[in-house]
């Protein structure tokens, strides 16, 4: 990719963290000078250089992932009112990692990428149009660099977990695609699991493996999955978009 391409790229990033993912639909926080406000997208793309590079991720891929997830906040969270086994956000970080798989995976508690947020459980917050009592996705100071060196860690190894996850689904399936349409699958696992298990669904019902993402999208929702991911089906078209953009980049 070209310089100026890429420049365009980081820069369509950046107003799409503005915009922000509606899969975390949470009115923003004013910052005042007491909240240092969260570091913008672009300003992740030295630390995310190096783990990016070492586990074959597109420093670009790993920028997009961070702006649909957390638009840059290493304070952000899932659902504020979601805790994982440890009382900290089940969702936490740069790239939305799940805790305690993601976190663990990584050897990185919620604790240490939550240092420097609000803490609590007892938090007024909006989310989804509607002031709750939760966790809270604001700052109370700026990282240190050892501080963001880990967040950018933590989100290579989140997207490498979910790697891994969609190579094993695409090898039960005897499927081989595009790289475009493999970081696509990437994603979705990372966001529904399940759905991603439908590369061998719907290869099933084909009698072999969709040849592409646009062959399996244009199976996935006649299939039956199992009913822990039935029960998100409403959801499937919305999880197939954020998949297709998150891979726009590559």
């Avoid at 975390?24 to 570091?39: A, C, E, M, R």
Wanted: glycine share 8%; hydrophobic share 40%.
């Amino acid at each position: 990719m070209r310089d100026e391409d890429a420049g365009a790229v980081i820069a369509g990033l950046i107003l799409l963290a503005m915009m922000a993912d509606n899969r975390h639909p949470k009115g923003g926080p004013v910052y005042g000078p007491q909240l240092p406000p969260p570091p913008s997208v672009d300003q992740w793309a030295p630390a995310l250089r190096e783990p990016c590079a070492a586990r074959g991720i597109p420093e670009l891929y790993a920028l997009r992932w961070i702006a649909m997830e957390s638009g840059g906040n290493p304070c952000a969270i899932g659902n504020p009112a979601e805790a994982g086994p440890d009382g900290q956000p089940r969702e936490v970080g740069l790239a939305q990692s799940y805790n305690p798989d993601d976190l663990a995976a990584a050897g990185i508690s919620a604790g240490e990428v939550r240092a420097y947020c609000v803490r609590g459980r007892n938090n007024t917050v909006t989310y989804k149009g509607h002031v709750v009592q939760g966790f809270s996705d604001r700052m109370t100071r700026e990282l240190t660099e050892a501080e963001l060196a880990q967040q950018a860690q933590l989100a290579a190894a989140t997207i490498a977990r979910a790697m891994d996850g969609a190579a094993r689904k695409m090898r039960a399936a005897g499927a081989s695609w595009p790289e475009r349409d493999w970081w696509a699958l990437v994603k979705l696992q990372h966001n529904l699991p399940g759905l991603a298990s439908g590369v061998a669904v719907v290869a099933r019902a084909l009698g072999r493996a969709p040849a592409s993402w646009r062959e399996f999208r244009d199976h996935a929702l006649s299939v039956v999955y199992d009913p822990q991911t039935e029960l998100h089906r409403a959801d499937f078209p919305h999880e197939l978009d954020i998949a297709e953009r998150a891979a726009e980049v590559v």
